[in-house]
């Protein structure tokens, strides 16, 4: 059901739904599948063009979970993959020719820089990085082998906003395809596609689960490169299975609610940070003294809960001291579950094309759906631990 008069919630409720085909059911059921059989020998033969063919390239439940998808991120077709850095592997392969150059984010996701340093290097394509914040001089970057270009926004760890609208309108100029990691917004608060870009991929392990309990990627994108895409994919056995769908499309049916909530109880969070003495810097695109705020609220509706701060230089047993007595904020890799997370960071590791020297411990947190009052009470008493 994709009907442009409904708001956005109402279609993502009704996306990749059909109970009247499910005996009633309002949710699509586990397919739990591998053969399905055809019924005779002329539908076997006709197989090449039947909507299910084999479980690996489909079932009704891995077909509702990329319709649904297609309607977050406003995209023409979408493909579900095992993990966020699965999806993003994937992108990056279905571009990868000998000679070619990629263009990435200097903020970009590590294991997504990794792929390219490590696998696509081998096969002889090179990436060169980029200042995140470059918007339009993306043009000067440009080589006539450039295939792709990689953007994060806000990016992995430092939350700097691209300019996506300038840098896939210089792309498409040039006729150099465009991909985003999306995860930060969980498509709820922005849909890179409808401001240009051509593929949009997300940590679905990340809010779209919302539940810390799947792993799952997603790449949505326009119907021009969805060949190209899908060729890799099924070259590479890429499928998932009919219980991640299914929770994937539970998450989903929440995704609006629980947004609302991470962007509300997130800048609760970050404006209190922002007047503690402990505390050089938050990098969070939703406060207005943040570097990238015009263009976040040109290309978002909201903020997720995840964001980051800096807190002044302490020694290795007073960061010991703030984190060990931590009660409600887990410590762990991962985001966008309904729980609060607090980690120390080192983003200048990931970085080449530019620096990242805050002059102080980077610390990255995840807004949860806890009382936030709870979580900044946690959060002073962390700083008096510090603070010995
Ligand atoms: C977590 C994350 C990924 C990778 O997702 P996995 O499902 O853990 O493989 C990709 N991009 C971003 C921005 C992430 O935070």
């Given at each position: 059901?994709?009907?442009?008069?409904?708001?956005?919630?109402?279609?993502?409720?009704?996306?990749?739904?059909?109970?009247?085909?499910?005996?009633?059911?309002?949710?699509?059921?586990?397919y739990?599948?591998?053969?399905?059989?055809?019924?005779?020998?002329?539908?076997?033969?006709?197989?090449?063009?039947?909507?299910?063919?084999?479980?690996?390239?489909?079932?009704?439940?891995?077909?509702?979970?990329?319709?649904?998808?297609?309607?977050?991120?406003?995209?023409?077709?979408?493909?579900?993959?095992?993990?966020?850095?699965?999806?993003?592997?994937?992108?990056?392969?279905?571009?990868a020719?000998?000679?070619?150059?990629?263009?990435?984010?200097?903020?970009s996701?590590?294991?997504a820089?990794?792929f390219?340093?490590?696998?696509?290097?081998?096969?002889?394509?090179?990436?060169?990085?980029?200042?995140?914040?470059?918007?339009?001089g993306?043009?000067?970057?440009?080589?006539?082998?450039?295939?792709?270009?990689w953007?994060?926004s806000p990016?992995?760890?430092?939350?700097?906003?691209?300019d996506?609208?300038?840098?896939?309108a210089?792309?498409?100029?040039?006729?150099?395809?465009?991909?985003?990691?999306?995860?930060?917004?969980?498509?709820?608060f922005?849909?890179?596609?409808?401001?240009?870009?051509?593929?949009?991929?997300?940590?679905?392990?990340?809010?779209?689960?919302?539940?810390?309990?799947?792993?799952?990627?997603?790449?949505?994108?326009?119907?021009?490169?969805?060949d190209?895409?899908?060729?890799t994919?099924?070259?590479?056995?890429?499928?998932?299975?009919?219980?991640?769908?299914?929770?994937?499309?539970?998450?989903?049916?929440?995704?609006?609610?629980r947004?609302?909530q991470?962007?509300?109880?997130?800048?609760?969070v970050?404006?209190?940070?922002?007047?503690?003495?402990?505390?050089?810097?938050?990098?969070h695109?939703?406060?207005?003294?943040?570097?990238?705020?015009?263009?976040?609220?040109?290309?978002?509706?909201?903020?997720?809960?995840?964001f980051?701060f800096v807190?002044?230089?302490?020694?290795?047993?007073a960061?010991?001291?703030?984190?060990?007595?931590?009660?409600?904020?887990?410590?762990?890799?991962?985001?966008?579950?309904?729980?609060?997370?607090?980690?120390?960071?080192?983003?200048?590791?990931?970085?080449?094309?530019?620096?990242?020297?805050?002059?102080?411990?980077?610390?990255?947190?995840?807004?949860?759906?806890?009382?936030?009052?709870?979580?900044?009470?946690?959060?002073?008493?962390?700083?008096?631990?510090?603070?010995?």
């Amino acid at each position: 059901m994709s009907n442009e008069n409904l708001g956005f919630e109402t279609r993502l409720l009704h996306a990749g739904r059909d109970p009247a085909a499910q005996n009633g059911a309002v949710n699509t059921p586990v397919y739990r599948a591998s053969t399905i059989l055809f019924p005779n020998l002329a539908a076997l033969e006709a197989k090449e063009g039947a909507k299910l063919r084999y479980a690996r390239r489909g079932t009704p439940t891995t077909h509702a979970l990329e319709d649904a998808i297609c309607e977050l991120e406003g995209a023409d077709r979408a493909l579900v993959a095992p993990s966020g850095v699965n999806a993003i592997s994937t992108i990056l392969m279905a571009f990868a020719e000998p000679g070619a150059h990629i263009l990435m984010s200097d903020s970009s996701y590590g294991p997504a820089r990794k792929f390219c340093e490590f696998t696509l290097k081998k096969f002889g394509v090179e990436t060169s990085y980029y200042d995140p914040t470059i918007g339009a001089g993306i043009e000067s970057l440009i080589r006539p082998e450039t295939r792709l270009i990689w953007m994060e926004s806000p990016g992995s760890q430092t939350f700097e906003v691209q300019d996506v609208t300038a840098i896939c309108a210089i792309a498409r100029q040039r006729g150099i395809t465009t991909a985003i990691d999306n995860t930060w917004s969980g498509g709820y608060f922005c849909q890179p596609i409808r401001q240009g870009a051509d593929i949009s991929v997300q940590a679905g392990t990340k809010y779209i689960a919302g539940h810390s309990d799947l792993m799952l990627g997603t790449i949505a994108c326009r119907a021009e490169v969805y060949d190209r895409l899908r060729e890799t994919y099924l070259r590479f056995g890429v499928c998932i299975g009919g219980d991640d769908a299914f929770l994937a499309l539970r998450g989903l049916r929440t995704l609006p609610v629980r947004m609302a909530q991470h962007h509300k109880s997130g800048l609760q969070v970050a404006n209190w940070l922002l007047q503690q003495p402990e505390v050089l810097r938050v990098m969070h695109p939703g406060l207005p003294g943040d570097p990238g705020h015009a263009l976040w609220k040109q290309h978002f509706t909201g903020a997720s809960g995840l964001f980051g701060f800096v807190i002044t230089q302490p020694d290795r047993p007073a960061l010991g001291r703030m984190f060990d007595g931590l009660k409600l904020f887990g410590m762990g890799s991962s985001w966008g579950g309904f729980e609060s997370l607090l980690v120390p960071a080192n983003p200048s590791v990931y970085r080449s094309a530019t620096q990242w020297a805050p002059g102080g411990q980077t610390v990255r947190i995840h807004v949860g759906l806890e009382d936030p009052e709870d979580l900044i009470d946690e959060l002073r008493q962390g700083f008096d631990r510090l603070a010995g």
